[in-house]
């Protein structure tokens, strides 16, 4: 029976642990309640994790455990999505609205995209071929929305709670690496191996630094993160995006 390599047995077993103790940190300091979609996250992550350490990785049960899985941290990547502008846009409702409305469409797009040529894949008949298909699509999608809150968050000096920064920046990461990685193994597997591994640390990195930043006092710290190239105009610009805010609101009444 094929096993894992030795590295990723041991990274796997360190992943296991470090989203074990955050899940429990996350639980007793209540940031479950807070961050609802991440703490799901990261009991499916979890879950995902100990599959390889309970099942044969070559039996079919194994794919199909991986794939649904898999499924559902997709699943739970565009909910934390939605949940980090739900965060960052707490006290902008207009532009809240505005990027829910245009995430929801994009990603019904998406999806369609996905699944309609699906057939025309060149490994269609699998089930993990459909998943790499869907997969591809909706993260590529995801990346976008992404980066652009990065660049929001880039250019408006917004306040926001010190445990958010901390959610964005982990996620930014780690979903930026499964993605290239997604990428890359779509186009041919030639460095399935040292890319798994890879990705495998880095998510790892991710998992430790949410474990040990993460607490009941970063939601009251507030941190600053936009415009530090010229704070001293901070002024201005968060009066413009509440103005650009506030005639969102105004032309957009039922959105």
Wanted: hydrophobic fraction near 55%; aromatic fraction near 12%.
């Amino acid at each position: 029976m094929r096993q894992l390599p030795i590295e990723q047995q041991v990274l796997l077993t360190l992943q296991v642990a470090a989203l074990l103790m955050l899940c429990v940190r996350m639980w007793v300091a209540k940031l479950h309640r807070v961050y609802l979609y991440f703490f799901g996250y990261v009991l499916v992550e979890l879950c995902q994790a100990l599959v390889p350490m309970l099942v044969p990785v070559e039996s079919l049960l194994y794919r199909d455990l991986y794939v649904v899985s898999q499924g559902l941290i997709m699943m739970f990547y565009a909910l934390v999505v939605f949940e980090l502008y739900s965060k960052v846009l707490k006290d902008l409702e207009g532009l809240a609205k505005l990027a829910r409305r245009y995430i929801r469409i994009a990603l019904g797009l998406a999806i369609l995209i996905a699944v309609l040529p699906v057939r025309l894949e060149k490994n269609p008949a699998k089930m993990t071929g459909y998943l790499f298909a869907f997969e591809r699509t909706v993260m590529s999608l995801l990346v976008i929305f992404v980066l652009f809150i990065i660049l929001f968050l880039a250019y408006y000096p917004l306040p926001l709670a010190r445990n958010v920064i901390i959610y964005l920046a982990g996620y930014v990461v780690s979903f930026l690496s499964v993605t290239i990685v997604t990428l890359i193994n779509n186009v041919g597997y030639f460095w399935n191996r040292s890319l798994s591994t890879a990705q495998m640390g880095v998510d790892l990195a991710c998992f430790l630094f949410w474990l040990l930043a993460l607490s009941p006092e970063g939601e009251r710290r507030r941190v600053v993160v936009g415009h530090q190239w010229n704070p001293g105009d901070d002024q201005r610009v968060l009066r413009q995006m509440e103005a650009m805010n506030a005639a969102l609101l105004r032309s957009r009444p039922k959105l």
